[in-house]
């Protein structure tokens, strides 16, 4: 099994790969390298034959807080070439997440923001823990949720996405489950037995079928496909471009509110 820098990864003798996001410092923040990392981990622990099951959860205090500033603010620097390369990594490791052979469980805790509730959105069922934070916060820094938008409009439908999808409003467990985002919200003393009891139904089913159940309930959801994925890759590389982002993000760094507040 590979070595990484921004993962942790601990798999059992049933084939159960946990694997969590170890940025704590930075609150799990989606970097280049966490990127990559996670892109590998979906084509290779994912993609295994052997592994039954993948729980991925956050350390420290929240789940993921989304995008990487530093890391955003080198796409705002960059050249054209050089944001739709950044914007396609992010959407390529969403896909790679999202068409895993392998069962995707997720963990979420304390807080899911912006790529978090992207990364949410592509497991077969994530389960919160009681007092999680949401919130696509995309608008509030000058972006647009872009390429966790296929993936959010799967999950929630068109009509519960645009609830939460452009106010960057922050919403708690609860309405998560209401609106489809998670399954289950349960204590922090019960989260172990609800992940347990996710990952028990397949440790006595096939995992060829497993895989191709997964494929076709994909085949048959919204459209997802290298044309939509472009599509959003654009769309992000143009806010980037933007005066509200440059604005946004600036304003977030130096704790002041932006020029719109």
């Not at 990392?37 to 295994?48: H, I, K, N, P, R």
């Not at 050089?82 to 992010?90: H, S």
């Not at 609830?163 to 489809?180: K, L, N, P, Y």
């Not at 509200?244 to 509110?257: H, S, T, Y």
């Amino acid at each position: 099994m590979a070595e990484y820098s921004t993962l942790s990864i601990e798999m059992d003798a049933r084939g159960v790969a946990y694997v969590t996001l170890n940025r704590p410092d930075k609150r799990n923040a989606l970097s280049a390298e966490m990127i990559a990392e996670l892109t590998d981990m979906a084509q290779t622990v994912g993609a295994a034959g052997t592994t039954r099951a993948v729980v991925l959860s956050g350390a420290g205090k929240v789940f993921c807080a989304g995008g990487d500033l530093t890391w955003m603010q080198a796409q705002i620097k960059a050249d054209r070439a050089g944001r739709m390369a950044g914007a396609r990594e992010l959407a390529m490791m969403l896909n790679a997440l999202n068409e895993m052979a392998a069962p995707l469980i997720g963990r979420i805790h304390g807080g899911a923001f912006g790529g978090g509730v992207g990364m949410a959105c592509v497991c077969d069922v994530a389960i919160a823990e009681a007092g999680t934070k949401f919130g696509l916060t995309e608008t509030r820094l000058g972006l647009i949720p872009a390429t966790i938008s296929p993936y959010v409009l799967a999950r929630l439908g068109e009509g519960m996405a645009r609830r939460v999808f452009m106010s960057s409003r922050i919403f708690d467990a609860q309405e998560a489950r209401e609106i489809g985002l998670v399954a289950q919200v349960v204590a922090a003393d019960d989260m172990d037995a609800a992940i347990e009891a996710q990952v028990a139904p397949y440790l006595g089913v096939a995992p060829g079928a497993v895989a191709s159940a997964k494929r076709l309930a994909r085949s048959l959801g919204p459209r997802i496909d290298a044309e939509v994925i472009e599509e959003t890759v654009r769309q992000l590389a143009d806010v980037w471009e933007g005066d509200e982002a440059a604005e946004g993000i600036d304003a977030f760094l130096n704790k002041r509110p932006p020029r719109w507040a």
